[in-house]
């Protein structure tokens, strides 16, 4: 290709001009190519999670308020914060502020259970669970 700055020809991966010093427009290398077209990228992100949707819904259905679906999804963080929610919850109870921890980790467990159901619900590694 040529340079757009001074018109002399560069090689078609210089991302400056050797005449001009001037930075050149980034061209669709390869891998950009296969990134842009969507196929490798989307591929990996697109493949299913090894984990059981069936199993997920059951655990956010019958556990959900405690968080163990993300564990079981391999979503330790947020796993441990509906745990340690539910855990305050029960603290909480004892004071009557239980319900102040124990309602948003239900409304949470809700809708991951719903995620789970349509399976929209993805594992640690970022993969949707769909395979029942
Ligand atoms: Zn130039």
Same mark, same amino acid.
């Given at each position: 290709?040529?340079?757009?700055?001074?018109?002399?020809p560069? $090689?078609?991966?210089?991302?400056?001009?050797?005449?001009?010093?001037?930075? !050149?427009?980034?061209?669709?290398?390869?891998?950009?190519?296969?990134?842009?077209?969507?196929?490798?990228?989307?591929?990996?992100?697109?493949?299913?999670?090894?984990?059981?949707?069936?199993?997920? $819904?059951?655990?956010?259905? /019958?556990?959900?308020?405690?968080?163990?679906? @993300?564990l079981?999804?391999?979503?330790?963080?947020?796993? $441990?914060?509906?745990?340690?929610?539910?855990? *305050?919850?029960?603290?909480?109870s004892?004071?009557?502020?239980?319900?102040?921890?124990?309602?948003?980790?239900?409304? #949470?467990? !809700? /809708?991951?259970?719903?995620?789970? *159901? /349509?399976? @929209?619900?993805?594992?640690? $590694?970022?993969k949707?669970?769909?395979n #029942?």
């Amino acid at each position: 290709m040529f340079c757009i700055h001074c018109g002399k020809p560069v $090689s078609d991966d210089a991302a400056t001009c050797p005449e001009c010093g001037k930075a !050149l427009p980034a061209l669709a290398t390869p891998a950009n190519a296969r990134q842009a077209d969507g196929h490798p990228a989307n591929d990996r992100l697109d493949a299913a999670s090894p984990k059981s949707r069936a199993a997920l $819904s059951l655990l956010a259905f /019958i556990l959900g308020t405690l968080g163990i679906h @993300r564990l079981y999804a391999g979503r330790m963080p947020s796993g $441990s914060v509906m745990l340690a929610l539910f855990l *305050l919850g029960c603290i909480g109870s004892f004071y009557g502020v239980g319900i102040f921890f124990v309602l948003p980790a239900n409304v #949470w467990a !809700l /809708i991951d259970f719903i995620l789970a *159901l /349509i399976g @929209r619900f993805k594992d640690g $590694s970022g993969k949707l669970i769909k395979n #029942w």
